[in-house]
């Protein structure tokens, strides 16, 4: 199926905006359910956000509602994590993460459902 490679990150302070992406290789793109998962030191990885491959539904995690917007450019092989309004327990290393789905409508919630992952991109925010 290919890679997972995140960019995007950085270092951000409170209140600021970064773009991750999660650019894909492989020919079955169009076809993958891909999350945004983040792990802080200390914790365990959480979900953040999730996009069905027909982008016609996406979820979020309760914390990141109404900052973070996950979109998809089927086109170009990427997924992105818009994320505004950046608070200090936004800093982690976010991973995006991607499952093959028959339905375009389905997100996937759980690290566990998901078959492959990124290295992963560094967000930090300072006060």
């Known amino acids: 199926q290919g890679q997972l490679v995140e960019s995007g990150g950085g270092l951000v302070q409170a209140g600021g905006s970064l773009r991750l992406s999660c650019a894909a290789s492989g020919r079955d793109f169009g076809r993958l359910v891909v999350g945004w998962f983040r792990q802080a030191p200390g914790k365990e990885r959480e979900v953040v956000a999730a996009?069905?491959?027909?982008?016609?539904?996406?979820r979020y995690a309760d914390s990141v509602k109404g900052r973070f917007t996950i979109s998809r450019d089927n086109a170009k092989n990427t997924v992105y994590l818009q994320m505004n309004s950046l608070k200090l327990d936004d800093t982690a290393v976010y991973y995006c993460?991607?499952?093959?789905?028959?339905?375009?409508?389905?997100?996937?919630?759980?690290?566990?459902?998901?078959?492959?992952w990124g290295q992963g991109t560094q967000v930090t925010v300072s006060s």
């Open positions: 993460a991607a499952r093959l789905s028959a339905d375009g409508t389905l997100t996937y919630y759980a690290s566990y459902e998901y078959a492959y």
């Open positions: 996009i069905s491959w027909r982008s016609v539904s996406t």
